[in-house]
């Protein structure tokens, strides 16, 4: 059976007769390249139940993991009798996977962290065997509007690895904040990770709160979330933007901005002293394009790839002004010495040198669909043919990128941007753009109907949107995030006919397990006292106008 993520009510799941009880003879065996996941199964598992759940040695175990190269990379297989639970995986993601099944057919209380007194821990008896739809399964999380220590991060890894998703979008630099730490580059951190206020609300009625915020990771902190990470089967994918959103860079090094050129180590002329940004938007300072500015870069990407093994490295290229290249007389030189013909092909020239150099160390450049501005009207690529292309503006970047050749990660905002508002309702905090229910988000569907069978290969799946202009905190991360995290989570992951009624059934039950995780989610009623900002403006939309928005800026790539 092909099983949707969110399992049924355990009532409704017995498809054998009885049920497992787990107890302190359980004892959990594995072969030892399933160590990782042992691992991972008693710590999840001990702190609610308290049972002990020691090592066997696979004779009589009563719960065996094992490895069956039959079933897909991420497929398993749960098959659960009186007599003992059997998870097995196509390999060490799909096991971890059955893994997270069990836990999810025990009670929802497995859920909390300390002991709960008064539980039968029993799982029915069931045969599910599934895989998943999508290789790419994702959330994107920005922590450069407002600062996530690494302990919330890890708890929202774990919340994904719940979900089975597998991606961590991790959106590491922004006008308002640099988060990662660059040996070579200490400034980016210690003037580039701090501002003086923050914008509060949305609209030409927002103010500012005075209070200084701001916040990094050092390299070993980095280091500490990419393996927590990989122990859960998700690949962080890192995001360094360029070269639009970079006011805290070139606050931290002035002559990266445009009308400040470096020779021969000493900027000329004087660089205009800008600061870290303190509201929210698009604005006009951007980086200028001379080459020891592209070096300057390069040398980031090198420690960022040091940090980050995953496949895949992102450096942005989304909402690039040109104002500033056009007005700049050096800019307009440098771009007839490249025989470029506008400032479209300049932005292409920029991202291609560090798509090379990302190439050239054996990754794959990932960037928003911003990154096909400037190709040409032969159609010739600025990227490599391994650049992936994320599809933000709508899904017209999906269809373009599929149609050159690039792959694609689907994250339409009309659809999976979770910092949009969740009703219409005036109790919703901060209200932004669209609204995107549950049942918006559990409309999603990542491949675009107008391609073929061949260019639709090229969609590698999807993720959602967290951006944090107005999540101030885990909690409001929470509130905004689930459930339609779920939605998303169980889009991706399952090939079954939507079912939104089937899917809300399910998600009752699963709420139960936020609950008892600690997850603030969204209730179906809208926000609690606490989780509203009265008095606080958005900057409400209509789908109407987004889109008419949205055809104007996707115009140049359609």
Known sequence: MTDPLLLPRVDQLATASGAYLLDSATRVSAP????????????????????????????????????????????????????????????????????QVLRQL???????????????????????????RFGWRGMHLDVARHFMPTHDVM???????????????????????????????????????????????????????????????????????????????????????????????????PHLGVGAV????????????????????IFEDVLNTEQSTVDFYKDVLTEVMDLFPGTWIGIGGDECPKAQWEADPRTQELMRERGLADEEQLQAWFIGQLDEHVTAAGRRTFGWDEILEGHGAAGARPMSP??????????????????????????????????????????EPIPVSIVLGLEDVYAFEPVPAELTAEEARHVLGGQANVWTEHMDSPRTVDFLVFPRLCAVADVLWSDAPR????????LDHHLLRLEAAGVEYHRASGPLPWQTRPGVPGRPASREDRAAYIAQVTANIA
């Not at 160590?35 to 719960?63: C, K, N, Y």
């Not at 205009?272 to 929210?280: H, N």
């Open 386 to 427: 391994g650049a992936t292309v994320a599809s933000w503006r709508g899904m017209t970047g999906a269809v373009t990128a599929a149609r050159l050749g690039y792959d694609v990660v689907a994250c339409p905002d009309d659809q999976v941007y979770l910092d949009y508002r969740q009703s219409d309702s005036p109790d």
């Open 262 to 281: 470096e020779v021969g180590g000493t900027p000329v002329p004087e660089p205009r002293q800008i600061a870290v940004g303190t509201e929210w938007g």
């Open 155 to 253: 708890r929202l890894i774990d919340l994904m690895a719940a979900h089975r998703l597998n991606t961590l979008h991790w959106h590491l630099t922004e006008d308002q904040g640099w988060r990662i730490e660059i040996l070579k580059y200490p400034r980016l951190t210690t003037v580039g990770a701090w501002r003086a206020s923050s914008q509060v609300g949305a609209g030409p009625d927002a103010t500012q709160d005075g209070r200084p915020h701001g916040g990094s990771y050092t390299q070993a902190d980095i280091r500490e979330v990419v393996a927590y990470a990989a122990a859960r089967h998700v690949t962080v994918v890192p995001e360094v933007d360029v070269p639009g959103h970079s006011m805290a860079a070139i606050t931290a090094y």
């Open 32 to 99: 030892d390249e399933l160590a990782g996941t042992v691992a991972w199964l008693q710590s999840v598992l001990r702190p609610a139940t308290g049972l002990p759940l020691r090592e066997g040695d696979g004779d009589g175990a009563g719960i065996s993991l094992d490895l069956d190269p039959a079933l897909d990379d991420e497929g398993y297989r749960v098959e659960v009798r009186p007599a003992g639970v059997r998870i097995t995986g196509g390999s060490t993601a799909g096991v971890f996977y059955g893994a």
């Open 499 to 506: 079912d939104f009624a089937g899917f809300s059934a399910r």
């Open 106 to 132: 025990l009670p929802p209380e497995v859920f909390r962290r300390s002991l709960v007194e008064g539980v039968e821990w029993s799982v029915p008896a069931v045969d599910i065997a599934d895989s998943p």
